[in-house]
């Protein structure tokens, strides 16, 4: 079980969730004996101070902050050429004009300022996403008695990271929304189904198994606790919450999206994430050749949202949700979590 590993009263992490939360929605879980994250990936390190701030003084429960630890390929002009090729005519119907686009990676990974920063905080859990940074950042990390988790999408990834300092695993399904965590390839023929990761952890790691994706119901939780998971990861589930910050269109989206309706995209950062499906993945596939590395595809994507969602429309908008969805409208957090947990 994670409860004592992480010092907590019930099993389940809330998912990090980057754009439509704040330190409120994990607070709320915290409180309510989950563990809340927050994601730190794309906070400048003014905004993480306040972020931590304002964490610290909502909750004296343990919490999780989460980053990302990628590696920043080279965005040549060519691929910056290519991609804005595929992207003109939206160009025009907005009239944007691409040489105005700034390059600069919206998302960061972990590096030794960030570590200085939450060095006095402390947190209970560190999480990453796409692998482990260096083996120094991890041996400081767990050098102040905060445990390290990351996300692991095949058997392959669990046994790495189990290898290299992680305390516990998350198992992450296909059915998950918002970004895959795969890092030792980018081959999505590999990508399991949560229950099937799962079962696959359990049966070769010692370390504690965290289910993530799909999980939506008590029963879902009831079943991956049957099939060995030490606790579960949710993320979507929150999206409607009391506490989320999830835009009116997103919000909308979800709760107007047929059946099956997401699918797995690089359109909107470059790496695989599971969304609703959108005019832009509709028009110009889901997965595209073209698409720049991680995380260079957002400038260009991003401005066509912003003119977009000026006029309405979610056209363009990242709208990341799971597989599986069950609305909780202006639910708390806290209930929403011991909902989820009445039949671990």
């Not at 795969?182 to 990761?197: A, G, R």
């Not at 030490?230 to 997103?250: F, I, N, P, R």
């Amino acid at each position: 079980m994670i409860q004592s590993l992480f010092n907590i009263d019930l099993p389940l992490i809330q998912a990090p969730m980057a754009g439509v939360q704040n330190v409120e929605l994990a607070a709320s879980v915290c409180e309510a004996g989950g563990l809340g994250s927050l994601p730190c990936a794309m906070l400048s390190p003014a905004q993480l101070v306040e972020q931590l701030d304002l964490l610290t003084q909502k909750t004296d429960k343990p919490f999780n902050l989460n980053f990302f630890c990628h590696t920043v390929t080279d965005y040549t002009s060519q691929q910056k050429q290519q991609w804005h090729n595929m992207l003109t005519p939206y160009f025009a119907e907005y009239e944007i004009d691409p040489q105005s686009l700034t390059a600069g990676a919206s998302r960061q990974p972990i590096n030794q300022a960030v570590v200085d920063i939450i060095a006095p905080y402390k947190p209970a859990v560190v999480s990453f996403h796409f692998g482990l940074p260096k083996h120094a950042i991890v041996a400081q990390i767990k050098s102040w008695g905060t445990k390290v988790i990351s996300t692991a999408t095949t058997l392959d990834e669990a046994i790495w990271l189990s290898e290299n300092g992680a305390d516990a695993v998350i198992a992450q399904g296909l059915e998950a929304g918002g970004h895959r965590g795969h890092f030792l390839s980018m081959d999505l023929s590999l990508q399991q189904t949560t229950e099937q990761l799962v079962k696959r952890c359990v049966e070769h790691l010692s370390l504690p198994i965290i289910a993530a994706g799909g999980i939506a119901t008590p029963d879902d939780v009831k079943h991956m606790k049957a099939l060995g998971a030490s606790g579960v990861q949710v993320g979507s589930a929150y999206l409607l919450s009391k506490e989320a910050k999830t835009s009116a269109l997103h919000q909308q989206a979800i709760l107007e999206q047929a059946q099956d309706s997401t699918a797995l995209t690089t359109l909107f950062s470059g790496r695989a994430a599971r969304g609703i499906q959108n005019r832009v993945m509709l028009e110009l596939g889901t997965m595209p050749e073209g698409v720049p590395s991680f995380p260079h595809a957002s400038s260009a994507i991003t401005a066509l949202r912003t003119c977009a969602e000026k006029a309405g429309q979610s056209d363009f908008s990242p709208l990341w949700c799971g597989q599986k969805y069950i609305p909780r409208v202006g639910v708390s957090a806290a209930d929403i979590t011991h909902i989820l947990m009445k039949k671990w």
